[in-house]
C-alpha cells in the first residue's frame, strides 16, 4: 500500500508574489517580512544588552500570534480568492484575524506604551514622542497596504487583526508592569541560569548602566570567581 504524501505548500510568512511592473510592489512586498525583523531585532537586543525586556516583549508577540492562530482556525473566514496562490488546502486558507496586522498593531501599541509614553529612563520629548509615533504608524500602515494590495486579506481581515492586538497589548503592558511591582521579574532574574548569562531588567529599575559600569561589574564577578577558584586549588 502507497502512502499518499500531502502537497507542499510554501512557508507562508516569507512567501509573496508581487507585480515587477508596478514601483510599489517591492517595498510593498519587502514590508510585509516586518515582523520577522522585528523579532530578530528583539533578539538582537537581548543577546547584546542581556536585558529581559526584549524577551518579554517576544513572548507576549508569541501569546499573539498563538490566539490569532486559533481564532483563524475557529471562526474559518477565508482569504481573497486571489489572495490563496497555493493556500488551497489547510489552515493557511483562513485569513481572519489577519496575523501580519494583529502582530503590528501589538507591536506598536506596546512599543507607545512601554518605550514612547513611559520610557523608564530620562524623559522623551514631545516632538521626539510624536517623530517616533509617525515612523511607527506608517511601519503599521505599510504592512497593512501590503496585505491589502496584494489581497492576502481583505479590510475586515485587518480591522479586527488591528483591534485585536491594541486590546491584548494593553493587557500584556499591564501584566507586565503587575509582575514588575510584585517582584516576581526580580525573583525570576535571580535564578541561577538568569544569573550565570547576566541578565537583568534595567526597564524595571527605571536605570539603564554605561557600558564601562558594565564592564566594571563584569570584571569584578570574574575577579572573585577567580579568587574563589584560587583558594580551592
Known amino acids: 500500500m502507497v502512502a499518499v504524501q500531502s502537497p507542499l505548500i510554501p512557508f507562508d510568512h ?15 512586498a519587502a514590508a510585509s517580512l516586518t515582523p520577522i525583523l522585528i523579532l530578530v531585532f528583539l533578539f538582537s537586543w537581548f543577546v547584546i544588552t542581556r536585558e529581559i525586556e526584549p524577551c518579554i516583549f517576544a513572548a507576549g508577540h508569541v501569546c499573539n500570534d498563538i490566539l490569532s492562530g486559533i481564532l483563524k482556525n475557529t471562526v474559518r473566514y477565508p ?40 520610557y523608564p529612563g530620562p524623559s522623551i520629548s514631545k516632538k521626539c514622542q510624536l517623530i517616533y509615533s509617525i515612523g511607527a504608524m506608517f511601519t503599521v500602515g505599510m504592512v497593512i497596504a501590503s496585505r491589502i494590495v496584494f489581497e492576502y486579506h481583505n479590510w475586515n481581515q485587518v480591522i479586527v487583526g488591528l483591534l485585536l492586538g491594541s486590546v491584548l497589548a494593553c493587557f500584556y503592558w499591564v501584566f507586565v508592569n503587575l509582575l514588575r511591582e510584585y517582584g ?35 570584571e569584578e564577578i570574574v575577579s572573585v570567581k577567580g579568587d574563589s577558584a584560587a583558594r580551592r586549588n
Open 79 to 118: 482569504r481573497p480568492i486571489r489572495g490563496q496562490i497555493f493556500k488551497q488546502d489547510g489552515g493557511l486558507v483562513w485569513g481572519m484575524p489577519s496575523s501580519h496586522t494583529q502582530f503590528m498593531s501589538f507591536w506598536f501599541t506596546y512599543t507607545l506604551l512601554a518605550y514612547i509614553l513611559n
Open 184 to 218: 516576581i521579574i526580580d525573583r525570576l532574574l535571580s535564578g541561577k541560569i538568569f544569573k550565570l548569562l547576566l541578565v537583568k531588567d534595567s526597564f524595571g529599575r527605571g536605570s539603564f548602566p554605561l557600558l564601562e559600569d558594565e564592564r566594571r561589574v563584569y
Open 14 to 28: 516569507t512567501y509573496i508574489l508581487y507585480s515587477p511592473d508596478n514601483i510599489f510592489s517591492l517595498p510593498l
